[in-house]
């Protein structure tokens, strides 16, 4: 068997909740194997409110598997609004790919390198054709990261924040009263994170610091241009006053 090439991405958008978890039209699996892997993706779901989808096609008929990708994402929203915490797993039987797309909520905690490593793990199994194997492994893998953190999301003010909040999924009001629309604008050879990714929020806490990753350009643009707009972030840091973007509604 060839080796399954891997294209990876992240996904920019929170992908829809959607009560099929599991969309076997390249007939990868078993009802029984569909079964199992519809309870491991549930258990994420219930457990941490992370959703998953995992689809398998026959071909990407002609598509790249990022623009296939974007057409799933028109189509099944994965993850809760603002927080963008779903994941989408892609197999394609011709093209023998493999695509995991994280969320911008979740890539703080599984980054392009720890996804390219679930992915050669799952590839272990898939050379052997045990594609169930291969995707358990990976929900497995998964769920070891996102286990280690809160996904409870506290609405709040800036503030009203205090150092009890670090680790804890803040959503807040962010007006952009001066109407900067000015940021670190990233490109597709900069790092995935980066120090100069962010941007200053007053408050009577003092100033905090908003970091987001290089794919959050559209959110961030977005959110800078409207006078009020619902910020969903991690307080990872008090000392720091540092908070990690992950979506905005």
């Known amino acids: 068997m060839k080796k399954i090439l891997l294209v990876l991405s992240v996904a ?5 909740a959607n009560s099929q978890v599991v969309i076997d039209k390249g007939q990868f699996f078993s009802d029984a194997e569909i079964t199992l892997l519809k309870a491991d993706a549930q258990n994420l779901k219930d457990k941490y409110t992370i959703e998953t989808l995992i689809f398998t096609t026959m071909d990407l008929g002609g598509k ?17 609004k603002g927080v963008n915490n779903g994941i989408i797993i892609l197999l394609s039987k011709k093209e023998r790919k493999l695509q995991i797309l994280n969320g911008c909520g979740i890539e703080w905690l599984i980054s392009d390198v720890q996804t390219q490593e679930i992915v050669n ?22 769920e070891k990261r996102v286990s280690s953190v809160s996904w409870e999301v506290e609405p709040t003010s800036l503030d009203e924040l205090t150092k009890n909040d670090v680790g804890k999924i803040i959503n807040f009001t962010y007006s952009n009263k001066t109407g ?70």
Request: aromatic share 14%.
């Open 12 to 16: 920019l958008w929170s992908i829809a």
């Open 64 to 80: 790249t598997p990022f623009d296939y990708v974007q057409d799933l994402g028109r189509n099944y929203k994965v993850g809760e």
């Open 121 to 142: 793990q799952m590839i272990e199994f898939f050379k052997k054709q045990n594609y169930f194997g291969g995707l358990q492994e990976g929900l497995t893998l998964i």
């Open 180 to 249: 900067d629309e000015k940021f670190t604008s990233a490109t597709d050879t900069d790092p995935q994170f980066s120090n100069d990714f962010h941007v200053m929020l007053p408050s009577k806490n003092g100033e905090f610091m908003l970091f987001y990753s290089k794919h959050m350009n559209e959110i961030v643009s977005a959110a800078l241009k409207m006078k009020s707009h619902q910020v969903y972030a991690r307080l990872v840091s008090w000392d720091d006053k540092r908070l990690e973007l992950m979506g905005t509604n």
